[in-house]
């Protein structure tokens, strides 16, 4: 029982919860650096820079050429024995940028919830942002009906994704910093077990080492309250989301990655160790996940971790300008 009440929670409670109460992200990159103005910094009037006299001169030195796009969706092919699928991302910034940043939802979000995270680091350089829709969720496809959504399902696409899209040979100097919201924190854990030293750093939206049982009954109980009368064609249709999705997150099989579970609730200090990279913790103060409890306990666990509290958030911690900054920071930008 346990254990369904945790597929339930992860992403979906909390995601879809979210997705009703506070307005959505727009799409259209245009729209999203129109309701960021406050973000960008002001735009001054410079005085003309004097010049070296020989620098008019006709330089022989190769210019690196920088390739920077607003935020555009492209698509990564899975090839697999039965049943090829296209996972989508947006991608913007530097192309060849060294800073890269992978973002994770949560399990009933999509890609177009890390838009401000786009729109606010176009304006650096050498970095470069990616934001992924799972499958079965925004713009990738449905995986076959015999199958069956579940978080090693997930954990493979991205782990071949960073493999063949972010971490390609000769590009050493590559800084590869992982994002994780809700769910896509509790992915981000166990990807520092795939990939070691090849990630710089993980940030973690609203998701600590250890989850509540009596965090997860609440908000279970909540979730039902709030969408116990829709319809799960509704929902998966308002979510941009496959309907199996929304039912196979109920089922016992869908966490099937280790963990371990004591008297409190699920622990994931286990997908931690080892890992000497960055790890850093945005939360809610009013968040029924990831409360102060388990922010403290996190700290005692690992004496590095840098955190962020939102004060008057919930779960998950909105990307205001504090935290985009406080992103930045973490990034080493």
Same mark, same amino acid.
């Given at each position: 029982m346990k254990r369904k009440i945790f597929d339930v929670l992860m992403g979906f409670k909390a995601d879809v919860i979210r997705s009703l109460q506070q307005p959505s992200i727009p799409h259209d990159s245009n729209k999203v650096m129109d309701c960021l103005e406050d973000i960008d910094q002001p735009k001054n009037e410079l005085e003309p820079l004097a010049l070296p006299e020989d620098a008019t001169k006709e330089s022989t030195a190769p210019v690196a050429k920088v390739v920077s796009?607003? $935020?555009e969706t492209r698509y990564f092919l899975?090839? =697999?024995?039965? =049943? =090829?699928?296209?996972?989508? !991302?947006?991608?913007?910034?530097?192309?060849?940028?060294?800073?890269?940043?992978?973002?994770?939802?949560?399990?009933?979000?999509?890609?177009?919830?890390?838009?401000?995270?786009?729109? !606010?680091f176009l304006k650096f350089d050498n970095c470069k942002i990616i934001s992924i829709d799972f499958s079965g969720r925004g713009q990738s496809d449905n995986i076959a009906d015999q199958e069956g959504y579940k978080m090693s399902l997930y954990l493979s696409d991205i782990s071949r994704l960073i493999k063949e899209l972010i971490l390609v040979s000769g590009r050493s100097t590559q800084k590869l910093t992982i994002l994780g919201t809700s769910m896509g924190g509790v992915l981000a854990m166990y990807l520092t077990q795939i990939f070691g030293k090849k990630i710089y750093g993980i940030i973690l939206n609203d998701i600590a080492l250890t989850v509540n049982w009596t965090s997860l009954y609440t908000l279970y109980k909540s979730m039902k309250n709030d969408l116990g009368f829709r319809e799960v064609r509704e929902l998966a249709k308002e979510l941009s989301v496959?309907?199996?999705?929304?039912?196979?997150?109920?089922?016992?099989?869908?966490? =099937?990655?280790? !963990?371990?579970?004591?008297?409190?609730?699920?622990?994931?200090?286990?997908?931690?160790?080892?890992?000497?990279?960055?790890?850093?913790?945005? !939360?809610?103060?009013?968040?029924?996940?990831?409360?102060?409890?388990?922010?403290?306990?996190?700290?005692?666990?690992? $004496?590095?971790?840098?955190?962020?509290?939102?004060?008057?958030?919930?779960? $998950?911690? $909105?990307?205001n300008l504090q935290v985009c900054e406080f992103i930045q920071t973490e990034m080493s930008i």
């Open positions: 796009v607003r $935020p899975i090839q =697999d024995s039965e =049943d =090829d699928r296209k996972i989508a !991302y947006t991608i913007s910034g530097d192309m060849n940028g060294k800073n890269i940043l992978l973002c994770l939802p949560g399990l009933l979000e999509t890609k177009a919830s890390f838009m401000v995270i786009h729109a !606010y496959d309907e199996r999705v929304v039912s196979d997150v109920q089922l016992p099989g869908h966490f =099937d990655l280790s !963990y371990q579970a004591d008297v409190w609730g699920m622990n994931f200090h286990e997908a931690l160790e080892g890992f000497k990279g960055k790890v850093s913790l945005i !939360y809610g103060s009013d968040s029924k996940i990831c409360t102060k409890l388990r922010v403290e306990e996190a700290k005692t666990f690992m $004496p590095h971790l840098q955190t962020i509290e939102v004060i008057g958030a919930g779960h $998950p911690a $909105p990307f």
